[in-house]
């Protein structure tokens, strides 16, 4: 089964600064890989996606994400954090149940931007 | 917004009753995914219907179960509530069986269910 880990809890970073959020995964065949954002009270937004090709992703909100194959990790970066940008961010895998598709989440990390 | 509703927002239930969730899909969307996400944890797969019929479901037992309709709008029903089914139940929407080859899942807001 395809997992992924988020081996930070919480982040924290200053205005300004640049935040990285932290997602490793675990695999076989092509990763098709994720990040998603949970406001309070809210359902999942989608910020971005990698499937295939450029190995940095540009996604909603000026969020990016770096996919490094040998390393196997697919980070979450912002130049330039703001402080709208705390909240909840879960990295997901696609993963296949039957012949359903589904997504394997890992278990979050919440993003502390600070004044 | 995605597109993607979802009804009640919140659910209060005693144990051992039955509860329906509903969701109503993103326009164009012909398969429904459902999610639980326990406080504090990740989202896990409740089961996915494509055009009407379950086609993958997760380690979830059958008390959990679901419908899709023609219009692809869908329901999930939970039978003889537990203490532990207490979490937020998100719907997603995509217009493929296989999110992510071609298109993301777009997520509801959710019901909050809390069983006393």
């Known amino acids: 089964a395809q997992s992924v880990a988020q081996p930070e809890d919480q982040v924290n970073v200053a205005e300004g600064n640049p935040l990285t959020v932290k997602c490793t995964y675990s695999v076989s065949g092509n990763p098709y890989l994720f990040w998603y954002v949970q406001y309070p009270n809210r359902g999942l937004q989608f910020l971005l996606k990698y499937i295939t090709g450029d190995n940095l992703v540009k996604g909603s909100y000026g969020f990016e994400a770096e996919f490094n194959k040998s390393q196997t990790s697919f980070h979450l970066k912002k130049p330039s954090a703001l402080v709208s940008d705390s909240a909840l961010y879960f990295c997901a895998v696609r993963d296949r149940t039957g012949t359903a598709s589904k997504l394997t989440f890992g278990t979050g990390t919440r993003l502390q931007v600070t004044l | 917004e995605t597109g993607v509703t979802q009804s009640p927002t919140h659910l209060i239930k005693t144990r051992g009753q039955q509860v329906t969730l509903r969701c109503s899909s993103q326009s164009g969307h012909n398969t429904v995914s459902w999610y639980q996400q326990a406080l504090g944890q990740g989202p896990q797969f409740i089961f996915q219907?494509?055009?009407?019929?379950?086609?993958g479901r997760g380690n979830f037992p059958p008390r959990f179960s679901g419908l899709q309709f023609p219009n692809y709008s869908s329901e999930l029903n939970v039978n003889a509530l537990e203490l532990d089914d207490s979490a937020l139940y998100l719907c997603a929407s995509s217009s493929s069986r296989m999110p992510g080859a071609s298109t993301e899942a777009f997520f509801g807001q959710g019901t909050r269910l809390t069983v006393v």
């Open positions: 219907y494509y055009r009407e019929e379950e086609n």
